[in-house]
């Protein structure tokens, strides 16, 4: 066992079996032996690569779609320049470098990072001189609000509920017989939603809250919001999972080692902007978005200035075989704003979702 898998362990011979959101959170944040709070996971030295570790465009295209839409809505100053789960700082250094372009927006922006780990901090401050750091989204300024989140919803912890012949049972981290970590099944719950036997559904509450916290806002300053994410539309199935050193691996093997993340069900975040009064997008393949905002023209002048991996990165980032389909995109924006760059609104009320 991990030192944390012991600690566990002890916990749940002391008072039972725990949810899955707190095994979660337990394995991420631990302040000794939590997976965030003592390593740096991204790129191919860590267990996964995100998007704009991928390649400076995915960066630049979040800050322009951003930077028009603060365009659009009148150049809005000051305002706040925030991402939840900031990683290592690169998406925000690609989104600061490109917003330059347009006079007037680096200067009136303030940055915000969301970010629980300690250790990430000190990373993001090397990378980014003086950010501002928060414990959540809900202590973000009154200020016009322009926020990205990229794979920051898919590590939030989640619960699950299994249908069973007695109806829904919410699924529990255990002990085996023999001491070692095992899902099993709590009681009978209610859960409002229909399913057959065998069913599996996941609820991430924090995701809604947050989606709703960043809408409030938008709705009552003003911004836009784009969250990117791997996942899907009021989705059915167990897609938690644990990634170490870039391969799947059992979630309950190694606490505290390996990356543990679920599938971003995009539906319920939907509705959480709908009902804080925002505007919200259906949802689109990150590839379709990327390639409508010109990423293939990009590649092709970075490519002929020399840069001899931008097509690859193209073809990583929006081939459907590769990220393009698999991780999805929403916008958030306020009514009778236009729309963030490359969205459409989703002609939907709160309840339908």
Not at 114 to 121: D, G, Q, T, V
Not at 246 to 271: I, K, Q, R
Not at 315 to 322: C, I, N, S
Not at 331 to 339: D, F, L, Q, R
Request: proline share 7%; charged share 20%; glycine share 10%.
């Amino acid at each position: 066992m991990t030192p944390l898998a012991r600690i566990i362990a002890a916990r749940i011979r002391a008072t039972g079996p725990i949810t899955l959101a707190d095994y979660m959170q337990i394995c991420l944040l631990d302040s000794r032996y939590g997976y965030y709070a003592t390593r740096d996971p991204f790129g191919q030295a860590g267990d996964f690569i995100t998007a704009p570790e991928i390649h400076q465009m995915f960066g630049e295209f979040c800050g322009l779609a951003l930077a028009q839409a603060w365009m659009d809505q009148g150049r809005l100053a000051p305002f706040t320049l925030a991402e939840p789960g900031p990683g290592r700082g690169t998406l925000m250094a690609d989104m600061l470098r490109a917003i330059t372009v347009v006079p007037g927006m680096r200067d009136a922006a303030q940055v915000c990072l969301i970010e629980a780990s300690p250790f990430l901090r000190k990373v993001q401050a090397e990378r980014l001189g003086s950010p501002r750091h928060l414990d959540a989204l809900e202590q973000l300024p009154d200020n016009p609000l322009f926020l990205i989140a990229n794979e920051f919803a898919d590590a939030l912890p989640i619960r699950q509920y299994q249908m069973t012949e007695d109806g829904w049972r919410e699924r529990m981290v255990g002990l085996s017989p023999v001491g070692e970590l095992q899902m099993g099944l709590g009681q009978v719950v209610p859960y409002p939603r229909e399913g057959k036997p065998g069913d599996v559904v996941e609820d991430c509450a924090e995701a809604v809250a947050s989606t709703e916290a960043i809408s409030r806002k938008i709705t009552a300053h003003g911004g836009a919001a784009i969250i990117i994410d791997y996942g899907g539309w009021n989705g059915v199935g167990d897609t938690f999972q644990a990634l170490r050193n870039h391969v799947p691996e059992d979630p309950l093997a190694n606490p505290g080692l390996a990356d543990l993340t679920a599938h971003v069900d995009f539906a319920p975040l939907a509705a959480a902007a709908l009902r804080a009064g925002a505007v919200v997008s259906r949802p689109l393949h990150q590839g379709d978005w990327l390639l409508s905002l010109g990423a293939e023209a990009r590649a092709c002048k970075l490519a002929q200035a020399g840069d001899a991996g931008a097509m690859a990165a193209l073809a990583r980032l929006t081939d459907p075989a590769e990220m393009g389909h698999l991780f999805k995109a929403i916008a958030i924006w306020p009514k009778g704003a236009s729309p963030v760059p490359g969205f459409e609104a989703l002609e939907i009320h709160a309840d339908d979702t």
